[in-house]
């Protein structure tokens, strides 16, 4: 039976033990089983954050195997290899693709009925992975997708506006990678559209802001890595906000990536689209209406994971 205060998080590298942390310091889950291929990694990982718990909420934090994840309601993956500097997301999908293999295939021997959350790169490949080898609906296996991507083009709107990244209404779409794009046509300040916030801004013409900001934020990965040498906090705090959508059951919007059957025009793969995420995972795939060239550029993202998709 499914304890729905449960999460495993399987991976205890810079990711899954920020993911872990985070979880620990909201209160989301009061159990949380951590695995890794060395065992000791999620051991020393578990007992460093579970003496933090007199200063957090109550939780039972503990190192475990795959047997101790067959009743946990959401299973986050971060387990595989590294992006090193100079190489891309995509570069990793050979290697990574069996990692994901390895692991599904014992998530399914221990008869794993939770929802799984797919963070580990290049993640729309090895969400497509992941759906297709564990057999799941595919409602129950979501990738992170663009969630962190859409958090810094936020961010980095507020600051060039000089607002409150709260109030900024914007999403990243596409491949969670270099072929991402940023959907303007939809993007506003509470409400005002970014262009017309922005001249009340002073900006006499945003649309060369726009296209730094995108570059900015396609590129923010490349940036943290080379200074670094990897990105954690983000994503850790955005996994953890994607966990605790579907363990509040909140029916958040959020653009994960999740496999698509004809939206858009596209089937057959996995993709990061706004979706509403609660209790039962990836409940609807929203249906934007995005302008001529946003679609095109969707289809193009589509495209070059489709390529990569038939090389594994």
Not at 25 to 53: C, N, R, W, Y
Not at 99 to 123: A, D, F, K, Q, T
Request: proline share 2%; aromatic share 6%; hydrophobic share 40%.
């Amino acid at each position: 039976m499914i304890n729905i205060q449960k999460a495993a998080v399987i991976g205890c590298g810079f990711v899954g033990s920020t993911i872990a942390y985070t979880l620990m310091q909201k209160g989301t889950f009061s159990e949380m089983v951590l695995l890794d291929a060395v065992p000791g990694k999620a051991e020393g990982e578990a007992m460093d954050i579970s003496h933090g718990l007199p200063f957090a909420h109550s939780m039972d934090i503990y190192a475990g195997s795959y047997e101790d994840i067959a009743n946990a309601a959401v299973v986050i993956i971060t387990a595989g290899a590294n992006q090193k500097p100079g190489e891309t997301r995509l570069d990793l999908v050979q290697k990574n693709s069996r990692i994901m293999r390895s692991i599904i295939g014992e998530i399914r021997r221990v008869n794993c009925e939770g929802i799984l959350l797919i963070v580990s790169n290049p993640v729309d490949i090895l969400t497509q992975v992941a759906l297709q080898e564990s057999g799941f609906p595919k409602e129950r296996v979501i990738g992170s997708g663009t969630v962190l991507d859409t958090a810094r083009l936020k961010y980095l709107i507020s600051e060039k506006l000089n607002v409150d990244s709260r109030n900024v209404h914007a999403f990243i779409a596409g491949e969670h990678g270099d072929s991402e794009l940023a959907v303007w046509s939809c993007a506003n300040i509470y409400g005002i559209g970014i262009e017309e916030f922005a001249k009340m801004r002073g900006f006499r013409d945003f649309s060369e802001d726009m296209d730094e900001i995108y570059h900015a934020v396609r590129d923010s990965a490349y940036e943290i890595i080379e200074r670094k040498g990897a990105t954690y906090y983000g994503i850790g705090m955005a996994a953890a906000k994607i966990a605790e959508a579907i363990v509040r059951d909140s029916h958040t919007v959020t653009p994960v990536s999740v496999s698509l059957n004809g939206e858009y025009g596209l089937s057959g793969l996995c993709l990061s689209i706004p979706t509403i995420v609660g209790s039962r995972g990836a409940e609807q795939v929203l249906e934007i209406n995005l302008n001529s060239e946003e679609m095109k550029k969707l289809h193009e993202s589509a495209d070059e994971l489709k390529h990569v998709i038939g090389q594994i």
